[in-house]
């Protein structure tokens, strides 16, 4: 599946090199700016350009819970390589793939966790990325949510990472990203029943592997 309205994952308006005699620095996503500055009696102007959005995939696992109701769940958080802040699983779609489908590969790569995921996204929010070069594009990250059937002792990045379940609640207090504590707020609202309706999708579908590699399962939103 492709969300519509988007044209992958080519962010652009990163140049460096001489133009005219002058430097150009990486472009960065924050509009056009010149910055003239006098060094050694030469003149280098720092031009930032505007880049494209970019997209990303996130799996949202999760399982249900005995609670004061049916629509208890708890979501599993990861810790980011760098700063260790909590986040979901996320990285880029690969190729042809259906993005449910690589969204449950980084579940399974960065998190450990395997189970039948949604073929549509539960929602998506957008936070600024900062790449390689240093500059930083606007990320819109799609989430599938996971129902997950087996969470393994031992993962590719089971040494880089930290994980943690918690509630919705809690879960949209401890991320650091406000587009996503706003999706785990909306979801723990009152009247709100998306989890609930993905589970009832996944469930007749879930399975628990003993393959090495995941086998992912699509069902509908």
Known sequence: MRAAGFVGIRPCGYQAGLVDGFRLAPARASGIKLHDRHKN???????????????QVA?????????????SFEVLLITSRKKGRWLLPKGWPKGKTAYAQDAAREAHEEAGVIGPVQGDPIGDYTYAKSMRGGYPVRSHVFVYPLLVCEHRLDWPERDQRS??????TEAANLVEDKGLSRLFRHLSGPGENALYQALASLTATATTPSQSEPVIETAPA
């Open 41 to 55: 009696n030469k003149t280098r102007i720092s031009v930032f350009l505007n880049a494209k959005s970019v997209q």
């Open 59 to 71: 799996a949202m696992p999760f399982v249900p819970v005995a609670g004061h109701d049916a629509k």
């Open 163 to 168: 994980c943690r379940w918690a509630g919705l």
